[in-house]
């Protein structure tokens, strides 16, 4: 894990997320926050708060430098948060995880997965935070990656249709714009969000010239991610936002791209906000001109590159490369898991002829 920290050290990354999975399972986790956090890196997780419902392990973290945690949840209606998570009683846990971590001084965001059952009503969840845990200023939504998890197996139960969340996730929005509060919107494209298309985490990448380095615990491994565009329909090439837009996020044919209709606002005006944002602790052009040289120079680039990039495998993918190192990382723990008396998880070997 050092070696991971270490890597984002020396690539001047603000930051380091913690994400799963479910991080909170890792029984090294204090020592890698504690080591990220000594490296000078902004730490946060990701977590279901699960074991943050524990005050005693919220303290564990807050002492070894955890600086803000992301809970998720889906929903504030009881039926369809136990209904999402296969099991109930697991909003009352989230409650309880967020009062330890605000207890313990660790900052509060709130994630969301926006999908087929609260797609309806994203707004009346801003609501509740709202009012009940009013200290809490930063929400993310995320739409459904039909790729994954149960959605893989049951697209249809749980992907969402663009329409079915575009006025209440515009009205969650606008709640939040309006109490001061801040959010980002991920794998949403722009003609779905349009008022706030500076919130798009994919389009303040794009306009920032920011890549995304994922380091996978699986066979997948480290990722690196420069491109952002996705799906497109030829309505798109119309819209005044395609040059910063991420299009439709969709790994497993979830989506319709014919949902994906052109807007003509001025660039300049989700361009700016973005620049002008001194909150963002990586922005770095301080005006609209001095953005437009530096990513027509940065578009002669990537457009030098599109041909080998054609070539390299999907963001995410199983290579063997990655099996290998995945293997070899395996084996560094399992004799680590010996000297210490311990027995490692067991998983099926990876055969890269098959």
């Given at each position: ?314 963001v995410g993918a199983v290579t063997s490369r990655s099996l290998r190192l995945y293997e070899s990382n395996r084996n560094r723990e399992a004799r680590k898991a010996a000297n210490l008396g311990l027995n490692p998880e067991k998983t099926p070997s990876s055969d890269c002829s098959d």
């Open positions: 894990m050092r070696t991971l920290v270490d890597d984002l050290v020396e690539r001047g990354y603000f930051g380091v997320i913690l994400t799963g999975g479910e991080p909170s399972l890792h029984p090294e986790l204090p020592e890698i926050c504690r080591y990220a956090r000594d490296q000078g890196l902004h730490v946060r997780m990701i977590t279901n708060g699960h074991r943050l419902a524990d005050p005693s392990f919220a303290k564990e973290m807050a002492d070894a430098g955890l600086q803000l945690v992301h809970v998720s949840v889906y929903s504030n209606r009881p039926e369809i948060e136990a209904k999402l998570r296969g099991i109930s009683g697991t909003l009352k846990k989230a409650y309880k995880a967020i009062e330890n971590a605000h207890a313990c001084g660790i900052e509060i965001n709130i994630n969301c997965v926006i999908n087929q059952f609260n797609a309806d009503h994203l707004d009346e969840s801003i609501q509740h935070w709202n009012t009940h845990h009013p200290y809490i200023r930063h929400f993310i939504w995320n739409n459904l990656d039909p790729s994954m998890g149960r959605a893989e197996t049951n697209m249809e139960l749980f992907t969402p249709r663009l329409r079915d969340f575009e006025e209440s996730l515009y009205r969650a929005l606008k709640l939040l714009h309006e109490s001061g509060r801040t959010f980002r919107v991920e794998k949403v494209p722009l003609c779905y969000m349009a008022d706030f298309a500076w919130a798009s985490t994919e389009t303040r990448k794009i306009v920032k010239l920011e890549e995304r380095v994922v380091h996978f615990l699986d066979d997948k491994q480290t990722v690196r991610q420069e491109s952002w565009d996705h799906l497109y329909s030829e309505a798109c090439d119309a819209c005044s936002l395609r040059p910063v837009c991420g299009g439709l996020f969709d790994r497993g044919d979830g989506y319709d791209p014919i949902e994906l209709t052109p807007v003509f606002i001025p660039l300049r005006q989700v361009v700016e906000p973005i620049l002008n944002d001194p909150s963002d602790p990586s922005y770095r052009y301080r005006s609209f001109k001095a953005w437009q040289d530096a990513f027509k120079a940065h578009q002669r680039t990537a457009n030098a590159k599109a041909s080998l990039e054609r070539k390299l495998p999907q």
